[in-house]
């Protein structure tokens, strides 16, 4: 039923849409107060975010393409604890890893580095549609790998690239972002393994808090603590200023292009923060997510802001590159101001479909909360299979 709406949602335009997406929405809503505190939105968006663009002819359809098993997609809270917490979860992910490794042998997406002035960024496509990273200094030849959940993968980039692995920089405990931390850390004597200790990051040799920095050669890098995924995620900040290039964020399941990761430690407030944390940095900052969702976050933003020019650039882009198997990161965090609806709460636009009229709740960080656990509880809801 979910699928035929968003089908239709996404043919649909203006007043249709609004229906539409009420419709679901009080049916996920958990009681009728909740709902009248999100209708102070309306009157509390931001002025450059009430245009809207002129409505574009049904040009481009939305096509999702099959992805494969996200072992966090269905669960329950029981599932979880399991997954997290006991060595099912691992042999999960060890099953994952096999049958990814089976079905691609080179990777689920063709990647580009990035080259600036003395730093190579590295993207490793692992899983069936998660990313590890290297980052290089090219003159020292030192590494530091990000989230390397194959430590197959990872470790024949390394030796591809000719250098030194001394720092893995983990952003949250879930195996599929920390499973290859055992094998790399031992096979590299000197490597570090960073990470909150909040978060249970298996082979945690260095625990980092809020704005701690890594350095490695001439790479700077900043932790910025990010809850809600997780109770300890971290992401993590490549500073440009050293290489006199743009700053890159690490956002591991915090943020991907055109969506943000699911609560499952946290509540919409904590997230919220989070994302607000990310949204105080620069426009220029490249961002580099943890899975290859775009494709899909974009089709549901199409569902919630159909009428948006950004996103409808965007996505036209995205499946081109898809349909080559071509990787679609980096984005920008300017980019994903104009099209992200995790990042667009205070929009008029997004307030307007979702919101229910004014209500007695005046406070604008509660009210954009509660309008992104609705955007969340849509995002669950939509189907793309």
Request: charged share 25%; proline share 7%; aromatic share 8%.
């Amino acid at each position: 039923m979910a699928a035929v709406v968003a089908a239709t949602a996404l043919k649909g335009r203006g007043a249709r849409n609004a229906r539409v997406l009420r419709g679901i929405l009080s049916g996920a809503t958990a009681n009728k107060a909740s709902q009248n505190r999100t209708r102070a939105l309306q009157s509390q968006s931001s002025p450059e975010c009430k245009e809207e663009p002129e409505p574009l002819p049904p040009e481009l359809e939305y096509i999702p393409r099959k992805r494969g098993k996200n072992p966090m997609k269905a669960v329950g809270l029981a599932w979880y604890s399991l997954y997290t917490r006991t060595w099912l979860g691992y042999l999960f992910y060890r099953q994952q890893l096999r049958r990814a490794r089976n079905r691609y042998p080179k990777g689920h997406s063709r990647t580009q580095p990035r080259l600036f002035n003395g730093v190579k960024v590295l993207p490793i496509p692992v899983l069936s549609d998660n990313y590890s990273y290297l980052i290089i200094d090219t003159q020292a030849r030192l590494a530091v790998a990000v989230d390397p959940s194959d430590p197959q993968a990872v470790q024949a980039s390394i030796e591809k690239e000719g250098v030194t692995l001394v720092a893995i920089l983990c952003t949250h405990k879930h195996w599929d972002h920390s499973g290859g931390n055992r094998d790399l850390s031992r096979r590299h004597q000197d490597c570090r393994v960073y990470g909150s200790p909040q978060d249970g990051v298996p082979y945690l040799t260095h625990p980092l808090c809020h704005q701690d920095v890594v350095s490695v050669g001439r790479l700077q890098i900043r932790a910025l603590a990010t809850p809600g995924h997780t109770q300890g995620h971290l992401v993590y900040l490549l500073d440009g200023e050293p290489y006199k290039g743009p700053s890159c964020l690490f956002s591991g399941d915090l943020l991907f292009l055109s969506g943000c990761g699911r609560t499952f430690e946290g509540t919409a407030e904590t997230m919220l923060s989070s994302l607000d944390t990310v949204l105080g940095l620069g426009d220029d900052t490249l961002l580099w997510p943890g899975h290859e969702y775009a494709e899909e976050n974009l089709g549901f933003a199409g569902v919630v802001e159909p009428e948006n020019l950004a996103r409808e650039r965007k996505m036209q882009w995205v499946q081109r590159q898809r349909m080559e198997r071509r990787s679609t990161c980096p984005s920008t965090l300017g980019e994903e101001r104009s099209y992200n609806p995790f990042l667009r709460t205070h929009c008029l636009v997004l307030q307007e479909p979702l919101g229910q009229g004014p209500g007695p709740m005046g406070d604008d960080g509660y009210s954009r909360a509660q309008l992104l656990e609705k955007l969340r509880q849509l995002k669950d809801l939509h189907k793309s299979k």
